[in-house]
């Protein structure tokens, strides 16, 4: 399965980069009907991945958005056919304090302006900012690539809700509630023991939480529930008035980890109108077993590496033999991505699920280790059987309705009450 990705990869990459016909890539790569079928997919719909994560230094001579070695970069994003990226504005949890309040929002400033920077100042014939659902189609439309902007934590407006209106001035389509620690807002999935949490702090979503949620509804930005706590949010579901998502996040009922959402949440989130962003994180796709664990550690220093972090220091023939290594070894794969797709598909419908790779951080599995490699996605899927139609909903068609309705229910409210 391994070899068959890293061939696929390079073959689509090489196909849509030059715009060979499905026709003379088949030919040249004696590619099967599905394979064939596969790139013409590929190439028809609109791709968005939800989650891609970026450093303070974006946008500068240490990180250049064109052609750094990370996973996702404008020349990743060619090769692989991949149209739209949420680039994302992360800010970790600390101490709530006055100062870092102060703090996280001033990083979170840095991070909109990196953004702002690759797409208005260093590369705007390549790559631009969509403000909404119709700027995505229509800057696709016009050959360049799409940015969008999601916020991960909602930490970064500590306790002014004011800051809401700011950030989506700035382009923020969507607010991740809280990342891995409580805030004010919310319960995080994943408490952090040495800022003092408890299991639970709001039981939930906050009094403030509630206000930030209408809020957020009256502005027309998404709600992304991925990284809260169950109980967060089936009450971020409830107090919606806009269908939410969950940016990057599995099905718990095929991998038991906090982060994924259980059976019960999802069927919240369908009945809601919301959408699940699936997303290639090797731990929320498989639970490893230790031999798993220990052989992949030992897999990277063979190559002298202590974390995937260290990925790029590789050459790209050692990349190639290392990814191959961790199939072998039952590392997660693209069909492991897929499973999950499956399994939430027959539990809340096609309409309902998407994809997203937590590119640049945490994420990448054998077949999809970063944005070059995107065709791989489609090319399982319809191994599996879905329709062109499916797989355009997979895709992005969901996330766009998602961003629709957040528009909609905007449009429709009243103004905010000072």
């Given at each position: 399965?391994?070899?068959?990705?890293?061939?696929?990869?390079?073959?689509?990459?090489?196909?849509?980069?030059l715009?060979?016909?499905?026709?003379?890539?088949?030919?040249?790569?004696?590619?099967?009907a599905?394979?064939?079928r596969?790139l013409e997919?590929?190439?028809?719909?609109?791709?968005i991945?939800s989650?891609d994560d970026i450093p303070?230094d974006?946008?500068?001579?240490?990180?250049?958005?064109?052609?750094?070695p990370?996973?996702?970069?404008?020349?990743?994003m060619r090769a692989?056919?991949?149209?739209?990226a949420f680039?994302?504005?992360?800010?970790?949890q600390?101490?709530?304090?006055?100062?870092?309040y102060?703090?996280?929002?001033?990083d979170?400033?840095?991070?909109?302006d990196a953004?702002?920077?690759?797409?208005g100042?260093?590369y705007?014939?390549?790559?631009e900012i969509?403000?909404?659902?119709d700027?995505?189609?229509?800057?696709?439309?016009?050959g360049?690539l799409?940015?969008?902007i999601?916020?991960?934590?909602?930490?970064?407006?500590?306790?002014?809700i004011s800051?809401?209106e700011r950030y989506?001035?700035?382009?923020?389509?969507?607010?991740t509630l809280?990342?891995?620690?409580h805030n004010d807002?919310v319960?995080?999935?994943q408490?952090?023991a040495?800022?003092?949490?408890?299991?639970?702090?709001?039981?939930?979503?906050?009094?403030?939480g509630?206000?930030?949620i209408?809020?957020m509804?009256?502005l027309?930005?998404?709600?992304?529930?991925?990284?809260i706590?169950?109980?967060?949010?089936?009450d971020?579901?409830?107090l919606?008035?806009?269908?939410?998502?969950?940016?990057?996040?599995?099905?718990?009922?095929?991998?038991?980890?906090v982060?994924?959402l259980?059976?019960?949440?999802?069927?919240?989130?369908?009945d809601n109108?919301?959408?699940m962003?699936?997303?290639a994180?090797a731990g929320?796709?498989?639970?490893?077993?230790?031999?798993?664990?220990?052989a992949?550690?030992a897999?990277?220093a063979e190559?002298?590496?202590?974390?995937?972090?260290?990925?790029?220091?590789?050459?790209?023939?050692?990349r190639?033999?290392?990814?191959?290594?961790l199939?072998?070894?039952?590392y997660?794969?693209?069909?492991?991505?897929?499973?999950?797709v499956?399994y939430?598909v027959e539990?809340?419908?096609?309409d309902?699920?998407?994809l997203?790779?937590d590119?640049?951080g945490g994420?990448g599995i054998?077949?999809?280790?970063?944005?070059a490699?995107?065709a791989?996605?489609?090319?399982?899927?319809v191994?599996?059987?879905?329709?062109?139609e499916?797989?355009?909903k997979l895709w992005?068609?969901?996330?766009l309705?998602?961003w629709?309705?957040?528009?909609?229910v905007?449009a429709?409210s009243?103004p905010?009450?000072?």
């Amino acid at each position: 399965m391994t070899c068959r990705y890293q061939l696929r990869s390079a073959i689509l990459a090489a196909a849509l980069v030059l715009g060979s016909t499905a026709d003379g890539w088949a030919q040249d790569a004696g590619a099967d009907a599905a394979d064939e079928r596969a790139l013409e997919i590929h190439d028809a719909v609109l791709t968005i991945d939800s989650h891609d994560d970026i450093p303070f230094d974006f946008a500068t001579d240490a990180v250049d958005p064109l052609d750094a070695p990370r996973q996702v970069n404008l020349q990743k994003m060619r090769a692989g056919g991949l149209d739209v990226a949420f680039f994302i504005v992360y800010v970790g949890q600390t101490e709530r304090t006055p100062a870092n309040y102060l703090q996280a929002q001033a990083d979170a400033i840095t991070k909109f302006d990196a953004i702002h920077r690759m797409a208005g100042e260093l590369y705007p014939d390549l790559i631009e900012i969509a403000y909404s659902a119709d700027d995505v189609e229509r800057i696709n439309a016009s050959g360049k690539l799409v940015a969008a902007i999601g916020i991960e934590n909602g930490y970064v407006i500590g306790q002014d809700i004011s800051l809401l209106e700011r950030y989506h001035e700035l382009g923020a389509r969507y607010v991740t509630l809280a990342h891995n620690g409580h805030n004010d807002i919310v319960d995080s999935a994943q408490p952090r023991a040495n800022l003092g949490d408890g299991l639970a702090e709001h039981g939930g979503i906050s009094e403030f939480g509630a206000e930030v949620i209408a809020e957020m509804n009256r502005l027309g930005i998404m709600i992304d529930i991925s990284h809260i706590s169950r109980d967060a949010a089936l009450d971020a579901i409830r107090l919606s008035r806009a269908p939410v998502m969950a940016s990057h996040s599995n099905a718990r009922g095929l991998t038991d980890h906090v982060r994924n959402l259980d059976d019960e949440s999802l069927l919240a989130l369908r009945d809601n109108g919301g959408v699940m962003q699936t997303t290639a994180f090797a731990g929320y796709l498989k639970e490893a077993t230790a031999a798993e664990r220990e052989a992949t550690v030992a897999a990277l220093a063979e190559f002298g590496l202590e974390g995937f972090g260290d990925w790029f220091s590789l050459s790209e023939g050692e990349r190639d033999r290392l990814e191959a290594r961790l199939g072998e070894i039952g590392y997660a794969d693209v069909g492991n991505l897929i499973d999950h797709v499956d399994y939430a598909v027959e539990l809340i419908g096609i309409d309902h699920v998407g994809l997203s790779s937590d590119f640049d951080g945490g994420g990448g599995i054998v077949g999809w280790f970063d944005a070059a490699d995107t065709a791989n996605v489609t090319l399982e899927l319809v191994r599996r059987g879905y329709s062109e139609e499916e797989i355009a909903k997979l895709w992005g068609g969901n996330l766009l309705r998602v961003w629709q309705e957040a528009e909609r229910v905007a449009a429709q409210s009243p103004p905010r009450e000072n």
